[in-house]
């Protein structure tokens, strides 16, 4: 059994900061790539970060110099440091663990339950 739990949302001002984790945790032999996607309200759920077991990472757009995400490898846990955030940040952010339970190395992905990310005045 593996579990994904997210935490760090919250409500934030504009041009506020927040740092969210994710803490990935059961019978996990390794993680290939963790990472964070959003989605807000009638919207589809989009990427924002991930991070590669090489430390490679990868944004979107609309988040890059302002978002910062890095992994903790022996804690299986990956953070999303969120600066000058805008209401258009708001959503919900998932985290997800790309990630083997066996030697076989196959990979499959785990997410976790969302934590929400408010940006408002």
């Known amino acids: 059994q593996v579990q994904v739990v997210e935490s760090g949302g919250g409500l934030v001002q504009p041009g506020g900061s927040l740092r969210l984790s994710c803490a990935a945790s059961g019978s996990i032999v390794t993680i290939k790539v963790m990472g964070w996607y959003r989605q807000a309200p009638g919207k589809k759920r989009e990427l924002v970060a991930d991070i590669n077991s090489d430390g490679t990472t990868n944004y979107a757009d609309s988040v890059k110099g302002r978002f910062t995400i890095s992994r903790d490898d022996a804690k299986n846990t990956v953070y999303l440091q969120i600066d000058s955030l805008k209401p258009e940040d708001t959503a919900v952010y998932y985290c997800?663990?790309?990630?083997?339970?066996?030697?076989?190395?196959?990979?499959?992905?785990?997410w976790g339950q969302g934590t929400q990310v408010t940006v408002s005045s």
């Open positions: 997800h663990a790309d990630l083997s339970r066996d030697n076989s190395l196959i990979l499959f992905r785990y």
